[in-house]
């Protein structure tokens, strides 16, 4: 079993930056694929970053604001959101799961529970 906490969301005005975290525990051993997403009132939920060959793959609305990043000792995935739009307001959740080599994909069988941001113009 896998258990996903995220934090560090909160109110920010348009051009702030946050940062969330998301703690992993549990089996480990299967969380070699590791994503964001995010998403808004009446929307479908969408990637931020999603792994694409063990590099993180981007979506192009936030493409040269946010950067993912993961420190194994700790167990946590990190996501620094810089140059925030209101369009960016959500909840955002991590996800983790096993990688399949054939055919190649992940599958992201584990979610937190998400962490609010809010974007105000």
């Known amino acids: 079993q896998v258990q996903l906490v995220e934090s560090g969301g909160g109110s920010v005005q348009s051009g702030g930056s946050l940062k969330l975290s998301c703690a992993i525990s549990g089996d480990t051993y299967s969380t070699s694929c590791m994503g964001w997403f995010r998403q808004a009132p009446g929307k479908e939920r969408e990637g931020v970053v999603t792994?694409?060959?063990?590099?993180?793959s981007y979506a192009e609305s936030v493409k040269g604001r946010f950067t993912s990043s993961r420190d194994n000792a700790k167990n946590t995935l990190y996501l620094q959101m810089n140059s925030l739009k209101p369009g960016d307001t959500a909840m955002y959740y991590c996800?983790?799961?096993?990688?399949?080599?054939?055919?190649?994909?992940?599958?992201?069988?584990?979610w937190g529970q998400g962490t609010q941001v809010t974007v105000s113009s």
């Open positions: 996800a983790a799961g096993p990688r399949i080599w054939f055919p190649p994909e992940c599958q992201y069988n584990y």
């Open positions: 792994d694409s060959g063990g590099s993180p």
